[in-house]
């Protein structure tokens, strides 16, 4: 898969898109490995992923012609990437270490096709973890009065770094909308509930109050508004009265890592649009 590569595309809907894509491909003799498109009668936007390959060894430039002449006649949105290319993403984490965890070692074992240059967190805790993994760890207290301070500092090491995606591994801060953005669609959060109930703190605790049969975790794009960014996954389990609250955030937990964990594999595999309020999700 060496030389594989993804194309993305979004575009108003109209007939013939798939045509002409796959016209172009065929012309220079380049293999469709696998093709998916979606096209949202709501909003008349038509989505399409394409795994393709093997290109030469010299990239797809040969490409951007065709494609640039076919996005000003669709007035489309278009990326072409190479599958073995592994985007830079920054992680942001508090207290809480099971989501970091989690990310750092399906890294580190091939499972999650990233590149993790730096760590950041507003608590020290999790130094050693990140220098175990010989990644940058920046520790960055925040309060009311310094949270501009310490957004402008995040932001430099964005740019620093060339970071494409920033994860919040339950990092407990609320993001300023001036952050939101400058980095507006490059920000995924985990929520530790199945949104949108039991927002706020302490969501277990809640679904404990409640007598809840199910819990779950949300995997979102980050927006100024708080929680309610477009959705990319969200996973359950079943539970019953005989848990404690203690078991509710331990079997939340692995919940939260799984979903974190298949937002960022699915969003570096360039399987997730953007549509309005929501995504579209190529799994």
Same mark, same amino acid.
């Given at each position: ?66 494609? @640039?002449? +076919? ?7 278009? &990326? *072409?990437?190479?599958? #073995?290319?592994?985007?830079? $993403? !920054? ?61 402008? @500092?995040? +932001? ?7 970071? &494409? *995606?920033?994860?919040? #591994?339950?990092?407990?801060? $609320? !993001? ?82 799984? $979903? !974190? ?23």
């Amino acid at each position: 898969m060496a030389n594989d590569h993804y194309l993305n595309l979004s575009c108003p809907d109209k007939p013939g898109i798939i045509h002409a894509v796959t016209g172009i491909f065929a012309r220079h003799n380049l293999n469709i490995l696998d093709l998916q498109q979606f096209s949202d009668r709501s909003s008349e936007k038509f989505f399409m992923r394409v795994h393709f390959g093997p290109a030469p060894e010299t990239g797809t430039d040969f490409l951007t012609p065709d494609f @640039q002449t +076919l996005a000003q006649d669709l007035n489309m949105d278009y &990326e *072409l990437r190479a599958v #073995a290319s592994k985007p830079k $993403v !920054l992680i942001m984490v508090s207290k809480i270490g099971h989501c970091l965890n989690d990310l750092l070692f399906r890294q580190k074992t091939g499972q999650l096709a990233i590149d993790i240059p730096v760590i950041v967190s507003n608590h020290p805790e999790f130094a050693s973890l990140a220098q175990s993994y010989g990644i940058a760890f920046h520790h960055l207290p925040v309060t009311k009065d310094t949270k501009q301070e310490q957004e402008a @500092q995040i +932001l430099q090491l964005i740019q620093q770094h060339g970071i &494409e *995606l920033v994860v919040l #591994a339950r990092y407990m801060q $609320v !993001l300023s909308p001036g952050l939101c953005s400058a980095m507006s669609g490059k920000i995924i959060n985990i929520h530790h509930s199945f949104l949108p109930s039991f927002k706020g703190a302490k969501p277990y605790h809640q679904a404990y109050d409640r007598g809840v049969k199910i819990i779950g975790a949300t995997a979102h794009f980050v927006t100024a508004d708080l929680d309610e960014g477009p959705i990319i996954e969200q996973r359950v389990a079943r539970v019953d009265h005989n848990l404690t609250p203690k078991e509710l955030v331990d079997e939340g937990s692995n919940v939260e890592s799984q $979903v !974190l964990a298949a937002a960022v594999k699915w969003w570096s595999e360039k399987r997730v649009f953007i549509n309005g309020a929501k995504t579209v999700v190529f799994n």
